[in-house]
């Protein structure tokens, strides 16, 4: 198996993992933002370690990147950020569900945008099994009732999906950047150096529109930074993968991660599979069989 696909899979897999630790986050009595800025304020220090040990074990000299690199991964820490707002933002609607579904349309947005801005074309094969997988997601997160397709809900989803592209293809290019660096070196540089942005730029806006959070971010510091650990391995995965492979592919087989959240459902907390959930991941394995043999041929 190729390791692009090991390093995904292993990063949805600790994805899932962060998402079922942020959730225990309302409890520490924090804001949206200060939930979401913890991430990245006990990252950014994680991230920056595991780079300087990287170069230090490799003995390769650290990069300087051009404008190019810094073009590409400060719009890809910028997208990440404002789509996570947005799709925190669809907790507090009532067709929640049909906006997450819209989301899902990342994975066709990264492979056009992969196509216009990296010259990196998906094969035939891969668009059919990025269309089976967008089927999976509808079954897997529509409920009955969600509200319809043009609903606040449905653009907010539209716009976080496209935001999510924004950043996949951002940090592909910065990435690429580079070469020849090594591609977990490249990953991790990158990495680090988004990550201080993203806690530069957030601590700037906590600061400035809600006053006193920054102090509790940093006081709930004992629960808060299991969620920056986890962050990092994630997104030290995400930014590998991306290093070794075409970024619509990557982030089509990221579709996984729903199918490990729906086994924690089932498993863990012994919720009930429906059978549409049942024919939704049928669905996206039968997709990422065919995105694996899609990225082989490409």
């Known amino acids: 198996m190729s390791l692009w696909v090991l390093v995904t899979l292993g990063a949805a897999l600790v994805q899932s993992l962060r998402f079922m630790l942020q959730k225990q986050l309302k409890g520490a009595g924090l804001s949206t933002g200060g939930a979401t800025f913890s991430r990245f304020l ?6 920056a370690l595991a780079a300087v040990a990287t170069f230090a074990a490799t003995g390769a000299a650290l990069p300087v990147p051009g404008a190019r690199f810094w073009a590409f991964a400060l719009a890809g820490g910028a997208a990440q950020v404002a789509a996570t707002f947005l799709t925190v933002a669809l907790f507090s609607l009532r067709n929640f569900a049909v ?15 992969s196509a216009l801005v ?3 074309a998906v094969s035939p094969t891969g668009w059919v099994a990025i269309g089976v997988g967008f089927l999976g997601l509808l079954a897997l997160t529509h409920r009955p009732g969600g509200g319809g397709i043009f609903s606040r809900a449905s653009l907010y989803g539209v716009l976080a999906g496209m935001l999510f592209g ?10 690429q950047e580079l070469l020849p660096l090594g591609s977990f070196s490249r990953a991790i540089f990158t990495l680090a150096c988004v990550t201080f942005a993203q806690s530069l730029g957030m601590a700037l806006y906590l600061r400035l529109r809600e006053a006193g959070e920054l102090g509790r971010v940093v006081r709930a510091w004992r629960r808060t930074i299991w969620v920056g650990v986890t962050g990092v391995v994630g997104s030290a995965g ?5 290093a070794l492979q075409n970024a619509a ?11 490990f959240t729906l086994a924690v459902s089932v498993l863990v907390f012994h919720e009930r599979l429906r059978p549409r959930e049942a024919l939704g991941i049928a669905l996206v394995v039968v997709s990422l069989i065919g995105i694996v043999l899609g990225a082989q041929s490409a």
């Open 42 to 47: 006990f990252g950014a220090p994680l991230a």
């Open 99 to 113: 906006g997450v579904a819209f989301t899902k349309t990342e994975t066709v947005q990264v492979a056009a945008f």
């Open 118 to 120: 990296l010259g990196e």
């Open 166 to 175: 924004i950043s996949a293809i951002g940090y592909r290019g910065a990435t």
């Open 238 to 242: 995400w930014f590998t993968a991306f």
């Open 249 to 259: 592919y990557v982030r089509a087989l990221g579709q996984v991660e729903i199918v």
